[in-house]
């Protein structure tokens, strides 16, 4: 009997903390509370199972600590998610609580990224939304070129690739180094041949003209997801790449939405990538990107 009411204590207190991240009203979900910082001062981290001596399981309430952390992290997660991606204050939807259900479960923030970024909704908003500034189109194109650049076999991009999302297409889309239908090797030229960031950032000004902010956020946040894959292989490669990107983006001047994203300290950054899952690394990036091009849009 006890073992069964521990066990519903461990259920409530998720099943409570998801509830009330739901819930919680726009005004209150306007800043981020402190699992998510915590994930970016280094130390304990937030869900890890609290310390329990080597030669002994850790118990209920222990576990029920954690999983309620993790909970509280992943709401966070989620909301700056719709902030960020979608431009929206999130709310208590069958969508969120879906979503939420499914990060406290195990799914990974890259899924549920993609999740967003390559739904019909998500295509309805490019559809409806109007170019990309001259200022936006510029700054894709200088971190398309730059993400580029980091890949042995660079992405070929054509007149296809500027449009909205198309439907069916599967999350992964077009394959590194593969020509787009229709399109020969001597059309793709400019785009093999040119190895300088000045060339390609010319190149996809040309190619992604008339593109809307959210299309550039989708194509640019597929990129960042396919070179952190590679990199992901040698952690070290991961890490020096992760500390120049981010002092390159603090360049732009950018609000990120935390003091400690802003910061330029690479000692700092350098030390939380060693230790930060690829998938917390892999938001921190695509949190930038996007609220780099978000400069401009309006909330939805």
């Not at 329990?52 to 309620?68: F, G, H, I, T």
């Not at 295509?123 to 936006?136: G, M, Q």
């Not at 700054?139 to 042995?152: G, P, Q, T």
């Not at 010319?202 to 952190?228: C, H, N, P, Q, W």
């Given at each position: 009997?006890?073992?069964?009411?521990s066990?519903?204590?461990?259920?409530?207190?998720?099943?409570?903390?998801?509830?009330l991240s739901v819930?919680m009203?726009?005004?209150e979900?306007?800043?981020?509370?402190?699992s998510?910082?915590?994930?970016?001062?280094?130390g304990?981290t937030p869900?890890a199972?609290?310390?329990?001596?080597a030669?002994?399981?850790?118990?209920l309430?222990?576990l029920?600590?954690?999983a309620?952390k993790?909970?509280?992290?992943?709401?966070?997660?989620?909301?700056?998610m719709?902030?960020?991606?979608?431009l929206k204050?999130?709310?208590?939807?069958?969508?969120?609580?879906?979503?939420?259900?499914?990060?406290?479960?195990?799914?990974?923030?890259e899924?549920?990224?993609?999740?967003?970024t390559?739904?019909s909704?998500?295509r309805d908003v490019?559809t409806?939304?109007p170019?990309?500034?001259?200022?936006t189109l510029?700054?894709?194109?200088?971190e398309?070129?730059a993400l580029e650049?980091?890949?042995?076999?660079?992405?070929l991009?054509?007149?296809?690739?500027?449009k909205?999302?198309?439907?069916?297409?599967?999350?992964?889309?077009?394959?590194?180094?593969?020509l787009?239908?229709?399109?020969s090797?001597e059309?793709?030229?400019?785009q093999?041949?040119?190895?300088?960031?000045?060339?390609?950032?010319?190149e996809?000004?040309?190619v992604?003209?008339g593109?809307?902010?959210?299309?550039?956020?989708?194509?640019l946040?597929?990129?960042?997801?396919?070179?952190?894959s590679?990199?992901?292989?040698g952690?070290?490669?991961?890490?020096?790449?992760?500390?120049?990107?981010?002092?390159?983006?603090?360049d732009?001047k950018v609000?990120?939405?935390?003091?400690?994203?802003?910061?330029?300290?690479?000692?700092?950054?350098?030390n939380?990538a060693?230790?930060a899952s690829?998938?917390?690394l892999?938001?921190?990036?695509?949190n930038?990107?996007?609220?780099?091009?978000?400069?401009?849009?309006?909330?939805?």
């Amino acid at each position: 009997m006890a073992s069964r009411l521990s066990s519903a204590r461990v259920w409530e207190s998720t099943g409570l903390l998801a509830f009330l991240s739901v819930g919680m009203t726009a005004c209150e979900l306007s800043e981020p509370v402190g699992s998510w910082v915590v994930a970016l001062t280094g130390g304990s981290t937030p869900v890890a199972v609290p310390s329990v001596a080597a030669s002994r399981v850790p118990s209920l309430e222990e576990l029920a600590q954690s999983a309620a952390k993790r909970a509280q992290q992943n709401a966070e997660f989620l909301q700056e998610m719709f902030r960020v991606v979608l431009l929206k204050e999130p709310q208590a939807s069958p969508e969120f609580s879906g979503l939420l259900d499914s990060l406290n479960q195990g799914a990974t923030f890259e899924g549920v990224y993609n999740g967003l970024t390559h739904s019909s909704a998500y295509r309805d908003v490019e559809t409806a939304s109007p170019s990309a500034s001259p200022e936006t189109l510029k700054a894709f194109s200088e971190e398309l070129a730059a993400l580029e650049l980091e890949l042995k076999e660079r992405t070929l991009f054509d007149s296809r690739s500027g449009k909205p999302l198309a439907r069916m297409e599967q999350p992964t889309g077009q394959e590194s180094g593969d020509l787009p239908a229709g399109v020969s090797a001597e059309a793709m030229a400019p785009q093999r041949a040119a190895a300088t960031a000045p060339a390609l950032s010319a190149e996809y000004m040309k190619v992604f003209v008339g593109a809307s902010t959210y299309t550039l956020k989708r194509v640019l946040g597929d990129e960042a997801i396919k070179l952190i894959s590679v990199k992901g292989a040698g952690r070290a490669d991961l890490v020096e790449w992760y500390v120049k990107f981010v002092t390159r983006l603090a360049d732009r001047k950018v609000d990120f939405g935390l003091d400690l994203r802003n910061k330029v300290d690479l000692d700092f950054h350098r030390n939380w990538a060693m230790t930060a899952s690829v998938d917390k690394l892999q938001w921190e990036v695509l949190n930038r990107l996007h609220r780099v091009l978000n400069v401009g849009l309006p909330k939805r």
